[in-house]
């Protein structure tokens, strides 16, 4: 699920992203300043232009070219810093670092801007100070293989091997050798390291790299100057080659500042198993296994640690495939703990992607290949389109496995080594030259099969001569690797980074609709259960579900045991689980009530601000929906608790409601949780206007402590009656319906509230104006800032203007943008003035009051005050249920008709029948007046002794046969209304009136 968050919620680097990278820093650096300057090592004449950055903890230097000098020097490792006498105009420091190294920098910057460069350096160095890091930098750079083989008192050269092992001296006792030194070292000192140490040239290669790092620094005080990439280029030396693999790439930093963190993850993680784990174990005996070492107990054991280790520190990738050919690879160099952070590098920040569960990196940088080759070399594109032949056939596993599945290994590592200093640009550039150095053999196959036969051959050959018919022996003794690397870095340098991030860029939506694609359909296909969404709505839950991933990726999620019942992903992991931050972001999309939303105008665009809501609802809701009781919610989770009140009707939303706040389940709800469903309604109703809700919850409370009180008679103990049950479920049924606007809202609204369907962008672009302004402002609205500076500048203006407003867009209310805000109007009454004139607030009504039951054939409806009852409860019916139960009867819900308005062209209507008849209908309803009138003397004595007994509360019409009657509970069979005597009475108004 979240294999591909990264790729999904990628956004582009800004300019200080690209300085991290190219600096290898740790993520998290903030730029605090930079100058121009001008940098001198003390002795040398040579001077590089060019810009000095503070990165606390770090001093950063780049040539204006971007690939003559650069360094990065951790504050910790600077011993001392002066101000230099010089010239007028000049202003000038001398910086003293560990290694004893003396670096003179010109800040050419005007002078305001020197001096405060000076004052946040002094201040940065300080905090170091403060913080110990330069107590911590002595022990650690003794685990550096550089500081025994430089020093001049050291006589480790001496005591080496050229295949890297070491002498030992006859003076020390069997088993201290490793006394001598505690500098780190990789499984080639005892194993040796892979091929020829005199045809490689180590002690050529190990003596210039010494000369280079005594002048200019070593590890972390390392200088990178024009004669460093030569080396690089040239080839590193195996004894030096692991250290300056995590100096380049940054790991060595992550190592300074994460002292015993490996340690720690193998420790608390001992004994566990995961996923990953048993991958892990399944591949330990296919990674190198013609390296020596991984043919013994002991580096397969070191190579299990560090997957290991990695896995618990990145449970969102975990183990993957390629990445134990990697780590087979480094650890033949490096120690356990250094493999370990250039894992994380080459994982984080070198390589996304490519050592995920989707693979996405890979596929992506595929794509970018593909169309490199097409811009490059269109005639072996357009071959393989021709014969059908795909080009990842071959380039997957070079860039997966940087080759070294692919080439032997001693040449594997020198394009690795170009990999770490030079960048991913480097795969590319490789992989290009391949396919131009083969282009006549290209252009003739015809499958598959002969395309990956020919780079097989060609790769053992890379040792060969390249021009063995050349009469120069000069050319001759040039190898197929070097013409390889020759042309890859002269022919093939247009392929520059800036390159890479904008095909990258093209391509990046492509690949993540196609997987997210996939890994959809996937999910929703082995959900156990859809309850009562389809899979429509089931896959609109989904994309719901990944956005919220991305937004807020689950970090809170902890570890849990296994369900071997629970979904899997594609790629066999147990599917995500997201934690309460993460399910905060979701719900804010799915339920209105859940996110806080302002519409801004300001006389150019209409906008909508969005923030997530944050309420122990929403917490109770989290946990309410965890049916498995692991403190995280799956995609199955999710999709019942939406399935489970989103197609509920009135009684089933008031249960489920009810449910929610029944925190011990057992059916009842104390005092204190009914206060707490209180409080979740006025979080609901929070932004509607007016004072219908207020006041409905606050009628709400009312009832409820009544009926309450008056049902559950509360008996007094030690801890008090506030824990103790209170309000049932019938009860509530009662309280809720006694409410005109909360029968509402539990009948349509609660479940209106959670939608399936896209959220409207928080820029409502249809609604900018033409213009300048307007199209200055959809220009930028592709990039965050750019839309934040937009948004504030238009909100001044609008200010300016008078045209700034913001208004508060309501949950359940609706928001109609000619009329604005609309406040809920209370359904009209079938209470008649005189009942309610009656009964008023808190007066008691008579038991008889009638109840008005209209029947119909064999179709039957109970009244609400019937229905508010369980009838498989025992609960006591007391007078003040019956009062407040048979007014709220009276209640009707409205029509469409009721809507209908008088017009006053009854009388138009009635004069323009046809003919005779509109005449006769006049003449009918005149005489009807003129008989009422003269007989509306009223009752006779017959017509008072047939209604004796019977009063306006006491009895009530319905109809029984089609006929109405009137039921009483005096009289034992209801009494037809066709009786004359009570027919007459009906008409006079002498009983109650009835509209049917």
Excluded at 44 to 69: I, N, T
Excluded at 390 to 404: E, N
Excluded at 739 to 748: A, M, P
Excluded at 754 to 777: A, D
Aim: glycine share 6%; with cysteine; aromatic share 8%.
């Amino acid at each position: 699920m979240t294999s591909i968050t990264s790729l999904r919620s990628h956004r582009e680097p800004n300019a200080t992203d690209k300085l991290i990278a190219q600096f290898s820093l740790p993520k998290g650096c903030a730029l605090k300043i930079d100058v121009n300057s001008v940098v001198t090592l003390h002795g040398r004449e040579d001077s590089y232009a060019g810009r000095l950055y503070l990165f606390p903890p770090f001093l950063c230097f780049m040539s204006l070219d971007q690939k003559s000098v650069k360094f990065t020097l951790p504050l910790s490792t600077i011993r001392r810093v002066e101000r230099l006498n010089s010239r007028s105009g000049v202003f000038a420091l001398s910086i003293i670092v560990w290694h004893g190294t003396k670096i003179i920098i010109q800040i050419t910057s005007l002078r305001p801007a020197a001096d405060q460069f000076s004052a946040m350096l002094r201040d940065a160095l300080k905090a170091e100070l403060q913080q110990g890091s330069m107590k911590l930098l002595k022990p650690f750079v003794k685990t550096l293989y550089s500081e025994v083989l430089i020093p001049p008192s050291s006589s480790a050269m001496d005591k080496e091997r050229e295949d890297g092992s070491i002498i030992k001296d006859p003076d020390v006792p069997v088993g201290m050798e490793a006394m001598q030194s505690d500098y780190h070292g990789g499984l080639g000192f005892e194993f040796k390291f892979p091929g020829d140490a005199k045809k490689l040239r180590e002690s050529s290669k190990l003596k210039l790299w010494a000369t280079y790092l005594r002048s200019h620094g070593r590890h972390l005080t390392l200088l990178r100057y024009p004669q460093c990439t030569r080396l690089i280029q040239v080839g590193l030396p195996n004894r030096l080659r692991g250290e300056l693999w995590e100096t380049l790439s940054g790991s060595l930093y992550l190592r300074l500042a994460n002292s015993g963190l490996y340690e720690k993850l193998l420790k608390d993680n001992e004994g566990r198993t995961s996923t990953s784990t048993e991958d892990i174990e399944k591949d330990l005996s296919r990674s190198l296994p013609e390296y020596p070492a991984y043919q013994t107990e002991k580096g397969i054991d070191t190579l299990r640690k560090v997957l290991t280790a990695y896995s618990w520190k990145n449970p969102e990738v975990g183990y993957c495939q390629a990445m134990n050919i990697l780590a087979a690879a480094i650890l033949i160099f490096m120690s356990e703990e250094q493999a370990f952070w250039l894992l994380e590098v080459l994982c984080d920040r070198l390589l996304p992607g490519y050592y995920s569960p989707s693979m996405w990196g890979t596929i992506l940088d595929q794509r970018v290949f593909e169309a490199l080759v097409h811009k490059c070399l269109p005639l072996i594109h357009d071959r393989f389109h021709a014969v059908d032949v795909q080009l990842s056939v071959a380039s997957l596993p070079w860039f997966l496995s940087l080759f070294i599945n692919s080439m032997p290994l001693i040449y594997a590592f020198r394009i690795i080594d170009c990999f770490f200093a030079m960048g991913p640009k480097v795969l590319f550039q490789v992989g290009t030259a391949i396919l131009k150095i083969n282009g006549p053999e290209l252009l003739e196959i015809q499958d598959d099969g002969s395309f990956i036969n020919l780079m097989r051959d060609y790769f053992n050959s890379l040792g060969d001569s390249a021009h063995p018919d050349s009469v120069d022996p000069r050319v001759r003794a040039i190898t197929n690797f070097q013409e390889l690397l020759l042309v890859s870095f002269r022919e093939f340098s247009v392929i520059t980074e800036e390159t890479i991030a904008a095909e990258r860029k093209r391509f990046r939506t492509e690949i993540v609709s196609g997987i997210e694609s996939f890994t959809k359909r996937a999910a929703v296909r082995n959900l156990k259960t859809l309850g009562h969404l389809d899979k429509v709505q089931a896959g609109m839950v989904y994309d719901v579900y990944f956005q919220a991933i991305c937004d807020e990726p689950p970090n809170d999620v902890k570890n849990v045991p296994n369900d071997p019942d629970e979904y899997k992903d594609p790629s066999g992991r147990p599917e995500t689980r997201i934690g309460l931050k993460t399910f905060k972001v979701f719900l804010s999309q799915v339920a209105s009530w859940a996110r806080d939303e302002v519409i801004v105008s300001n006389g150019f665009q209409q906008r909508v601000n969005r923030n997530v809501a944050d309420h122990e609802l929403i917490d109770r809701l989290f946990f309410f929906w965890d049916f498995s009781h692991r403190g995280a919610l799956s995609f199955q989770d999710l999709v019942v608790g939406l399935s489970g009140v989103m197609f509920n009707d009135l009684m089933a939303n008031i249960e489920w409601f009810f449910t929610l706040h029944d925190k011990d389940k057992d059916g009842a709800l104390t005092k204190d949780e009914v206060l707490q469903l209180a409080e979740s309604l006025l979080f609901i109703f929070r932004h509607e206007i007016g004072d219908t809700y207020l006041g409905a919850v606050s009628r709400f409370m009312t009832n409820a402590f009544e009926y309450g009180d008056a049902l559950s008679p509360q008996v007094e103990t030690a801890e008090g009656s506030h824990n103790l049950p209170y309000l049932t479920l019938p009860t509530f049924r009662m309280v809720v319906l006694a409410d005109e606007v909360l029968e509402s809202f539990f009948d349509v609204d609660l479940s209106g509230s959670f939608r399936l369907e896209p959220i409207p962008p928080l820029i409502e672009q249809q609604q900018q104006k033409s213009g300048f302004l307007g199209g200055l402002v959809s220009s930028f609205l592709s990039n965050e800032d750019n839309r934040r500076i937009i948004n504030n500048v238009a909100d001044q203006i609008g200010k300016t203007m008078g045209k700034h407003q913001v208004v508060q867009r309501p949950s359940i209310g609706k928001y109609d943008k000619t009329y604005g805000l609309q406040e809920p109007k209370p359904r009209e009454s079938l209470l008649t003035p005189s009942i309610r004139n009656r009964s008023p607030s808190g007066s008691s009504l008579s038991l008889g009051t009638p109840e008005i039951i209209i029947t119909s054939g064999t179709e039957s409806k109970q009244s609400l005050s019937s229905l508010s009852i369980d009838e498989k409860s025992e609960m006591p019916i007391t007078p003040i249920v019956k009062q407040l139960t048979s007014v709220n009867v009276m209640e009707r819900k409205p029509f469409a008709i009721d809507e209908a308005k008088d017009d006053g062209r009854i009388d138009d209507d009635l004069d323009s029948l046809d003919g005779v008849a509109g005449e006769d209908d006049k003449l009918m309803m005149d005489e009807v007046d003129a008989f009422l009138e003269a007989h509306d003397s009223g009752l006779t004595n017959a017509e008072n002794e047939a209604a004796k007994g019977m009063c306006p509360d006491s009895s009530s019409p319905r109809l029984t046969d089609g006929v109405p009657h009137i039921v009483n509970s005096k009289l034992d069979n209801p009494v037809p209304i066709s009786d004359p005597p009570l027919y007459n009475a009906l008409i006079k108004g002498k009983l109650h009136h009835i509209p049917i």
